[in-house]
């Protein structure tokens, strides 16, 4: 079993490895918005600048969150039925 602790600085390694081929990969977890969901930590993500600095031309559009499963710890990012799901119940 995974620790929410451990299962946020496993999502943002798996974030910063996935980011290295962005154009900006200036970007970070969100804990304050995370939740869990069928043993899984759902862990939102957006740009350093949006979240920092409040700048809404540098907040990401399209990004899906990471998932990350508290069994294993194996990360993986949701697909956009699970959030349109998600999103349908509220919890985004």
């Known amino acids: 079993m995974v620790s929410i602790e451990e299962a946020l600085v ?3 390694d798996f974030l910063a490895k996935d980011s290295k081929s962005w154009d900006s990969s ?3 977890i969100i804990p304050e918005a ?3 969901e069928q ?3 759902i862990v939102p993500y957006d740009h350093a600048d949006y979240l920092d ?3 809404d031309d540098m907040r990401l559009a399209g990004n899906l969150p990471i998932a990350v499963d508290l069994s294993t710890g ?3 990012i949701l697909t956009w039925d699970e ?3 998600f ?5 985004f």
């Open 34 to 36: 995370c939740f869990v």
């Open 26 to 28: 200036d970007v970070r």
């Open 53 to 55: 600095r409040g700048k």
């Open 74 to 76: 194996e990360c993986s």
């Open 10 to 12: 496993a999502a943002s």
């Open 87 to 91: 999103a349908e119940r509220g919890l």
């Open 39 to 41: 043993g899984r930590l």
């Open 83 to 85: 959030v349109d799901d």
